[in-house]
């Protein structure tokens, strides 16, 4: 659907139904769902056959709006003034009132966030009234997308709308930077460069924005996978059928369940139990996104 009016207003409707929608950024176009709905959430990660739940970024209108999720010092306010509205990302702490959903964060104390310059995407935050969750519009590993025909082509189907704003300015996806007590560290490189913000890039195995798979949430109980039951001293985390002392989704919902299993996970390390066990979950669809993360939690360190 054409930018304008009409499709914003149809965008901000499916999205407030917990439905994602694509639409352009000035960087690329973002497949975006309500950040505070677990739900709407992980149908993002079900439309782009997203392997893990690697953290997404929130879209906000405002600096403003953006201190009420996560904690800025001195030196992030600084810069997100100088560079915002625009394609730079920051990853900061997770304010525990941010109400945000924790798959967004893929179960980390930190989030990532920014806020947009392009109309289109400024115009359906504004009229969502919500924080938005979105990462590239496309099938998982493939072509970034800059035009709508690239959303069409690799997530025709999958999304109720496409909101075409035209190509998009920059064409690469933002500079992303975590801010640690006033040092900045580059995570992802993008539009504005390291030299312009004065950060050190990091090579680092551990997870804290969208292009750093190879790292994982873990417990730090040891965690059993594929469990029936639970064994003496465990935290059974449930699935379907199974029970358990918290069900991912007793109607055996893989959407429910993706939306559920971070906050399952934390209440399950917050326990007394020792150990941690998680019910079998089939390996299809949103189900092969769940047992990869629960692969890599559950692999020895």
């Known amino acids: 659907m054409p930018y304008g009016e009409e499709a914003i207003a149809e965008a901000a409707r499916l999205i407030l139904a917990g439905q994602p929608v694509a639409v352009p950024t000035e960087t690329v176009y973002g497949v975006a769902a309500d950040a505070t709905n677990g739900e709407a959430v992980a149908r993002i990660y079900q439309a782009k056959g997203r392997p893990s ?48 959903a924790s798959l967004v964060a893929a179960g980390l104390a930190t989030v990532a ?39 069409l082509k690799s997530l025709g189907g999958r999304i109720p709308l496409i909101v075409d704003g035209g190509p998009t ?14 040092r900045l560290r580059l995570l992802r490189p993008g539009p504005i460069s390291a030299e312009d913000l004065g950060a050190v890039e990091e090579q680092s195995d551990r997870i804290e924005a969208p292009g750093q798979m190879r790292s994982h949430y873990a417990p730090s109980k040891p965690l059993r996978i594929e469990a029936s039951d639970a064994a003496p001293g465990e935290w059974l985390i449930g699935f379907g059928s199974v029970g358990g002392d918290r069900n991912l989704s007793p109607s055996g919902d893989l959407v429910e369940a993706a939306a ?36 890599r939690a559950a692999a020895p360190r």
């Open 260 to 295: 559920h299993l971070f906050q399952a996970l934390h209440e399950a390390e917050a326990s007394t139990a020792a150990a941690i066990a998680v019910a079998p979950i089939p390996k299809v669809d949103l189900g092969a996104a769940i047992n990869d993360r629960l692969r």
């Open 169 to 182: 300015a920059l064409g690469l996806e933002s500079t992303i930077v975590a801010v640690d007590a006033g």
């Open 113 to 151: 966030v920014r806020v947009p310059a392009h109309p289109a995407m400024r115009a359906l935050i504004e009229n969502c009234g919500r924080p938005l969750a979105a990462p590239s519009a496309n099938a998982s590993g493939r072509v970034s997308p800059t035009r709508a025909e690239h959303v």
């Open 53 to 100: 739940f690697n953290p997404l970024i929130v879209h906000l209108p405002s600096l403003g709006e953006a201190e009420r999720i996560a904690s800025f010092d001195d030196r992030a306010r600084e810069i997100a003034g100088r560079y915002w509205p625009g394609p730079l990302t920051l990853v900061l702490p997770l304010r525990a009132d941010s109400g945000i």
